[in-house]
């Protein structure tokens, strides 16, 4: 008995790893891409009303650093952090990786993570892929680098169980046709153990009307996660549902 107790504390004492918490349904999280203005001035006071959470992933890519008017200060992320959200890492350049060596990717991350220790936000656990490009190097690049989770493209939710985390799909992408009845139908996979990982730009994105979406369309895709009763997080929230990592 002694002996198999023994046994059992020193099993303990090796691995303390806890397993990973099932993934309750209506599980949501929600990114915000591009370092767009309107995320601090019209999407974070609307997500505090509603109490969800979120991820915004910056770079400083397009016309970040001239174009004050229609692009995030660093003083404004560092409030977005402030107030209880994620700042994910978007690169510097916001160059697909597939066209980056592995210096110049590295580089690009890192000035990100020195942007955020500059303005006290701490280091991003979290990515997202320009252009929503992956590649094999990116993934142990940001592996190496302590990242759990990077965000790609796509249209699926996202199975903690069964996806790399380092390549997350999106289940829906915000843009201007986008229909109530996508949205629906993209929330409705947040079942089963999987989680549905939601893509917005700007709300509204004039730099960028490709990918813009209406602010009124957006306050109805929320009163419709509410409805739902689903629980809207932001990315690194997701870290309890992985495996946790061999020792
Ligand atoms: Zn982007």
Known sequence: MMRLLAGAI???????????????DRLVAL???DSVVSHAT????????YGFGATFFITEGFEFTTDK?????????????????????HTRRHTA???????????????????????????PTSFCYPGYQT???????????????ARAGGARAFDPAADEP???????????????????????????????????????????PWVNTDPAKFERYLAHLKEQGCRVVAVRE??????????
Not at 42 to 49: D, E, R, T
Not at 135 to 147: D, F, P
């Open 135 to 149: 590649n094999a190097a990116a993934v142990k690049l940001l592996r190496e680098r302590g990242y759990r989770f």
């Open 166 to 208: 380092l390549l997350m799909p999106q289940a829906f992408d915000g843009k201007p046709d986008s229909t109530m009845e996508q949205f629906k139908a993209a929330v409705a996979q947040a079942r089963d153990g999987k989680v549905v990982v939601l893509t917005f730009h700007g709300i509204p994105d004039l730099k960028h």
């Open 10 to 24: 020193l099993w303990v004492l090796t691995f303390p790893v806890r397993a990973a918490e099932p993934v309750p």
């Open 97 to 123: 990786v597939p066209r980056q060596t592995p210096e110049q990717l590295l580089a690009d991350v890192e000035h990100i993570e020195r942007q955020c220790a500059a303005h006290g936000i701490p280091r």
């Open 69 to 89: 008017q229609h692009y995030l200060t660093w003083e404004q992320i560092r409030e977005l952090h402030a107030a209880g959200f994620e700042i994910g890492n």
């Open 31 to 33: 990114t915000f891409d």
């Open 238 to 247: 997701l870290a309890r549902h992985l495996q946790p990592r061999s020792p």
């Open 42 to 49: 019209f999407v974070a006071p609307l997500l505090k009303k």
